[in-house]
């Protein structure tokens, strides 16, 4: 009969660790699910707010250029136009290589999410 209560009670701690570490392994789970939505949320708002007032300087920074190109060529319409080109120009540039931004961006958020 000691075989069979052996096998019992082995049996008995197995379960009572695998209650515990499914147990633990769901608290880690909802840890970890915390810090990514934390982290993606302040993520979110630094990226509004830094990227709000670089938006603004950059607006103000543009219409200062095509000013000063304005005067320099004589020709406001020229300034506003060559500004504009360039915009456009730096537009395109960021549309071709998007995908290495991509690329970029998900191995940045890889490092966070599998750390």
Same mark, same amino acid.
């Not at 979110?44 to 304005?70: D, E």
């Given at each position: 009969?000691?075989?069979?209560?052996?096998?019992?009670?082995?049996?008995?701690?197995?379960?009572?660790?695998?209650?515990?570490?499914?147990?633990?392994?769901?608290?880690?789970?909802?840890?970890?699910?915390?810090?990514?939505?934390?982290?993606?949320?302040?993520?979110?708002?630094? !990226?509004? *707010?830094?990227?709000?007032?670089?938006? %603004?300087?950059?607006?103000?920074? =543009? @219409?200062?250029?095509? #000013?000063?190109?304005?005067?320099?060529?004589?020709?406001?319409?020229?300034?506003? !136009?060559? *500004?504009?080109?360039?915009?456009?120009? %730096?537009?395109?540039?960021?549309? =071709? @290589?998007?995908?290495? #931004?991509?690329?970029?961006?998900?191995?940045?958020?890889?490092?966070?999410?599998?750390?």
């Amino acid at each position: 009969m000691s075989i069979i209560d052996n096998i019992s009670e082995a049996a008995d701690k197995g379960t009572e660790t695998s209650k515990e570490f499914v147990s633990k392994s769901y608290e880690y789970s909802r840890l970890k699910v915390f810090q990514l939505a934390t982290l993606s949320m302040s993520m979110v708002v630094k !990226l509004f *707010v830094i990227g709000s007032l670089v938006s %603004l300087g950059f607006v103000f920074l =543009l @219409f200062s250029a095509a #000013i000063a190109l304005g005067s320099y060529f004589k020709n406001i319409a020229l300034g506003y !136009l060559t *500004v504009g080109l360039f915009m456009l120009l %730096l537009s395109l540039l960021i549309y =071709l @290589f998007r995908k290495s #931004i991509d690329k970029k961006v998900i191995i940045k958020m890889s490092k966070i999410f599998f750390d």
